[in-house]
């Protein structure tokens, strides 16, 4: 069967509740292990970028304005790891409703709890440094 027969026959065959949260499960791991690796690509590059900076002899502030927006790029992947932990737990928690299985997940103990709603702090990046907030 070609992949045009399979995905042909994916859409006319009703997917299972089995498939469906083998499909998720597998997807989800991938996203997950994406913006890690997006994480550590950028810790990179912010490491290439202040070792040339320093190497190269050019004044201590060349390049801060990149280096500001890269570090925002990161914060900005943390918090998407942090919504992604949380679709991941709404996802067990659907997969214990409907009995398709159990999968250990991230919880609020590991700091995942929606800071916004339990009043915790929240980190976020301004054009002068990164600061830590007290959520309202």
Request: net charge negative; glycine share 6%; hydrophobic share 45%.
């Amino acid at each position: 069967m070609t992949n045009v027969q399979m995905t042909n026959a994916r859409k006319s065959d009703p997917m299972t509740t089995n498939v469906a949260q083998q499909r998720i499960s597998r997807d989800l791991m991938h996203a997950e292990a994406a913006l890690d690796e997006a994480l550590l690509r950028q810790a990179r590059l912010l490491s290439t970028m202040v070792h040339a900076r320093r190497e190269t002899g050019v004044a201590p502030f060349v390049g801060q304005d990149a280096l500001m927006r890269l570090v925002r790029s990161q914060q900005a992947m943390l918090n998407a790891g942090g919504e992604l932990a949380r679709v991941h737990g709404k996802l067990s928690d659907i997969a214990v409703e409907f009995a398709v299985g159990t999968d250990s997940c991230p919880s609020p103990a590991f700091g995942l709890a929606d800071p916004a709603a339990e009043g915790g702090d929240q980190a976020f990046v301004s054009d002068d440094a990164v600061l830590l907030s007290r959520a309202a």
